[in-house]
């Protein structure tokens, strides 16, 4: 069976900011509920402290790494919840993630959460998605 994603967007403003409202999955077999990814290394020691740009684009590393492992890819992300400790930080340097995503033709709906710390203070960002194929 073929996976159809459809957009579903009453008001086209968030199209511009690289996201739909909803995205309708049919056709899906597997579901993949990632935990929230973050700038560790390997050995879970955070990485690049104070470095917004540096930290989403390892975020999204890991976070392909996990998806590689289950035999996926960016591309099937259906949701991408974002937490970060400085949402004016995270938007300066939001194309990191838009333009990862846009590369494979995603847009997903998530949500974008300013929280007071993560699980490391030096951790900046954290993404959470979910994954069907």
């Known amino acids: 069976m073929t996976v159809r994603r459809t957009a579903i967007n009453p ?13 309708l999955v049919t056709g899906a077999t597997r579901t993949l509920h990632l935990a929230g990814q973050t700038a560790m290394d390997a050995d879970g020691t955070p ?14 590393d890991n ?3 996990v998806l590689g492992q289950a035999g996926m890819a960016l591309a099937d992300i ?23 995503l ?25 993404l959470e998605a979910t994954a069907q194929d």
């Open 11 to 23: 008001w086209p403003w968030s199209l511009a900011m690289g996201f739909n409202q909803a995205e």
């Open 47 to 60: 990485q690049h402290a104070g470095d917004m740009a540096a930290q989403i684009s390892m975020a999204l």
């Open 63 to 65: 976070l392909e790494e």
């Open 78 to 100: 259906v949701r991408l919840n974002i937490y970060t400790t400085n949402v004016d930080m995270f938007l300066e340097h939001y194309s990191v993630l838009a333009e990862r």
């Open 102 to 126: 846009a590369a494979v033709g995603v847009s997903p709906p998530g949500t974008l959460l300013g929280v007071v710390r993560l699980a490391f203070p030096e951790l900046l960002v954290e």
